[in-house]
Nanobody
């Protein structure tokens, strides 16, 4: 039974910062990578950042240079550091386990939600 429990969402002002956490429990079989997705009001759920087993990160263009994804394997925890968040970053943020074939897809693991095997419950980020 795989569970992803998120925390760290908050209301922040533009130019501030915050850090999201995702605690992972249970055994994940096969190859996979980890990622963060978000869904703003009236929008489709979209990929934000992903990281593979080697620690190599991927980001959607809109957050490059501002967000950093990282992981602490010893603590089974995934992070998303958000620097200089913008109002357009307001969304529910979801931690996700992405199936291996999608991680190595030509377009990367963020262009679709179809490869997500497990979702976290979501944590709300509001930027004003």
């Amino acid at each position: 039974d795989v569970q992803l429990v998120e925390s760290g969402g908050a209301s922040v002002q533009s130019g501030g910062s915050l850090k999201l956490s995702c605690k992972v429990s249970g055994y994940i079989s096969g190859s996979y990578c980890m990622g963060w997705f978000r869904q703003g009001p009236g929008k489709e759920r979209e990929g934000v950042a992903a990281i593979d087993s080697y620690g190599s990160p991927r980001y959607t263009d809109s957050v490059k240079g501002r967000f950093t994804i990282s992981q602490d394997n010893a603590k089974n925890t995934l992070f998303l550091q958000m620097i200089d968040p913008k109002p357009d970053d307001t969304a529910m943020y979801y931690c996700a386990v992405i199936m291996g074939p999608y991680c190595s897809d030509r377009n990367g693991p963020l262009h679709t939600t179809n490869g997500v095997a497990y979702w976290g419950q979501g944590t709300q980020v509001t930027v004003s």
